[in-house]
């Protein structure tokens, strides 16, 4: 994870302004449509912080976290909240959040530790709530240009998600990549409902 990290904070202005103005509407509006108006919404490596600007515009309490030290200080800048830094393994919240968003950003970890942090997310989750999840499609893990990345398909998805059996998979579906000349990278989308207690 450690190069990874050091990846954004070498990269972080470039990449915010790459990631920033990409239109993402499609996908943060059938995440927003499940959960009830004003809910708490938790942007789990929000990198430039995109999402959770959008999310702040229309109403919605969001909070944002990253692990990049850096564009944890960009992204504070353009949402107008404080940004935290904090790595994946240490979410410890209990039934705080509406939703959890986690694009493109648990896929940065190694297979063997995302079930540690999928019960994690799960146990942030309130009773009934929605998480929204994305990987690149494939079966590869390893490094890829400075990054590391576990892609998924639905079979290994389902395998993996299968450590948290609290989660309901609402919504599996594959989109190209919405940002300009990378239309022919695929990614698996994922929105799971945490099933209700008692």
């Known amino acids: 994870m450690q190069n990874t990290l050091d990846y954004y904070d070498k990269n972080a202005r470039e ?51 990253d692990g990049s030290e850096k564009l944890c200080r960009l992204a504070s800048e353009y949402t107008g909240i404080r940004v935290k830094k904090l790595l994946f393994q240490e979410l410890d919240e209990t039934e705080r959040y509406d939703g959890i968003w986690a694009c493109a950003s648990i896929l940065h970890l190694k297979r063997r530790e995302l079930p540690d942090v999928i019960r994690r997310i799960c146990r942030a ?33 389902a395998d993996l998600f299968g450590c948290a059996p609290e989660l309901r998979r609402e919504q599996c579906w594959v989109t190209g990549d919405v940002r300009e000349g990378r239309n022919e990278e695929r990614w698996l989308n994922l929105l799971f409902r945490k099933k209700v207690s008692g």
């Open 125 to 157: 989750l309130r009773s009934g709530g929605i998480l929204y999840v994305s990987f690149k499609y494939g079966d590869f893990e390893g490094e890829r240009n400075g990054r590391y990345f576990t892609d998924l398909t639905e079979a290994s998805a």
């Open 15 to 65: 990449f915010a302004a790459g990631t920033a103005e990409v239109d993402f509407s499609q996908m943060q509006n059938r995440f927003l449509e499940l959960l009830p108006p004003g809910a708490r919404i938790l942007d789990f490596g929000c990198g430039s912080g995109r999402d959770t600007k959008y999310f702040l515009k229309r109403g919605f309490r969001a909070e944002a976290v």
